[in-house]
């Protein structure tokens, strides 16, 4: 395997998910990943876990037999304005927060309204990669968002769980991401949206659509621990260096 870092895990902390840290430090050893990070939902989700539940995952260690976990969530964008539900001085004591759309939080409107969202959420500074932009569920205008993310240093996330189990439809919306982001001089990251440990650092439908936009290398966060932890660490996360040894 090439990508050896995964940035989108949920655990047994969602009850729609069915590993738990155990279980993906297992699986990452097997497969020789370095870095991944847990990355449950946002509290105003449904089946998501309580506020506390990121507060306290201080408590994780950094790295385990050689792979490092980084401490995150997958937030919820509440509204137009680009507001989540994870908030103050604890976003910053997390290192990766991912945000996105989720139905149950914001029902799907139309076009205007979920690029205005995700602009807003791109330029509130609260959030590191926005997940499944691709989403047919939630049109959007690629090219502002693209553009917004590469001003803003936020990276657009190529969910490889999109082709698989969730989002259908996704592949086209999600090589126009890719492209216009390549041709705006933003960052792509990949995740594998995980919801049991199997399909840790699982990326074979993500890459190719990656490959289809050639898109360089040098922008894709995964290339390396080295690479996503520098990004982090210029996004304010301030207690990356207990990874120097990855
Ligand atoms: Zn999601
Ligand atoms: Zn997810």
Not at 82 to 88: L, N
Not at 99 to 107: D, L, M, Q, S
Not at 113 to 123: D, F, G, P, R, S
Not at 127 to 149: E, F, K, M, Q, R
Request: aromatic letters at 8%; one cysteine or more; charged letters at 20%.
């Amino acid at each position: 395997m090439k990508y050896l870092v995964d940035t989108h895990a949920h655990t047994i902390a969602s009850t729609h998910a069915y590993s738990t840290v155990h279980d993906y430090i297992a699986v990452a050893k097997q497969k020789g990943l370095k870095l991944f990070a847990i990355t449950d939902h946002g509290p105003d989700m449904a089946d998501a876990p309580h506020f506390w539940h990121f507060v306290n995952l201080r408590v994780l260690p950094r790295i385990v037999d050689g792979v490092g976990i980084l401490r995150g969530i997958e937030a919820n964008i509440k509204n137009d304005s680009g507001e989540i539900d994870y908030f103050g001085d604890y976003l910053q004591e997390l290192d990766i927060v991912l945000a996105g759309f989720h139905e149950p939080v914001f029902p799907p409107s139309d076009k205007q309204t979920h690029t205005q969202a995700l602009i807003n959420t791109i330029e509130s500074g609260n959030v590191d990669i926005i997940t499944h932009p691709g989403n047919p569920a939630y049109p959007i205008d690629i090219t502002a968002v693209s553009a917004a993310a590469a001003r803003c240093h936020v990276a657009l996330e190529i969910n490889n769980s999109s082709f698989e189990m969730s989002r259908k439809g996704s592949e086209a919306n999600c090589v126009a991401i890719a492209k216009a982001v390549r041709d705006a001089g933003g960052l792509l990251v990949m995740g594998s949206d995980s919801h049991v440990a199997f399909s840790l650092g699982e990326f074979s439908q993500a890459l190719a659509i990656i490959k289809e936009a050639e898109f360089p290398e040098e922008r894709l966060l995964n290339r390396s621990p080295e690479a996503l932890l520098a990004f982090l660490s210029k996004r304010g996360h301030k207690t990356l260096d207990d990874f120097a040894e990855l």
